[in-house]
Nanobody, 122 residues
Framework: QVQLVESGGGLVQAGGSLRLSCAASGSIFKINAMGWYRQAPGKQRELVTTITSGGSTNYADSVKGRFTISRDNAKNTVYLQMNSLKPEDTAVYYC????????????????WGQGTQVTVSS
């Protein structure tokens, strides 16, 4: 059974930093892209950033220059370094990975973590 488990959320003052981690566990054949989404209260879930297995990245305009995504393929883990945090970054952050379990090789689908709360106070 494949699981994505996030960690690292919390409460921080505006201008501060947080680092989120997300580890994929279970019998995994291959992981393609990984990424982070977020959902603020009363708003739709939105894309924050993605990273391919080769390391190519994509960022939402609202976080460019402040957030950095990285991954450790050997550990099946993706990270999100968040600097210069703003109150509008407050949201539940969800990790996602497009992957194939060993039991269904070459059948890829998106898996999601349970979410981690990030709160930025002004």
């Amino acid at each position: 059974q494949v699981q994505l488990v996030e960690s690292g959320g919390g409460l921080v003052q505006a201008g501060g930093s947080l680092r989120l981690s997300c580890a994929a566990s279970g019998s995994i054949f291959k992981i393609n892209a990984m990424g982070w989404y977020r959902q603020a209260p009363g708003k739709q879930r939105e894309l924050v950033t993605t990273i391919t297995s080769g390391g190519s990245t994509n960022y939402a305009d609202s976080v460019k220059g402040r957030f950095t995504i990285s991954r450790d393929n050997a550990k099946n883990t993706v990270y999100l370094q968040m600097n210069s945090l703003k109150p509008e970054d407050t949201a539940v952050y969800y990790c996602t990975a497009n992957l194939s379990p060993i039991i269904t090789k070459f059948t890829f689908r998106d898996y999601w973590g349970q979410g981690t709360q990030v709160t930025v106070s002004s």
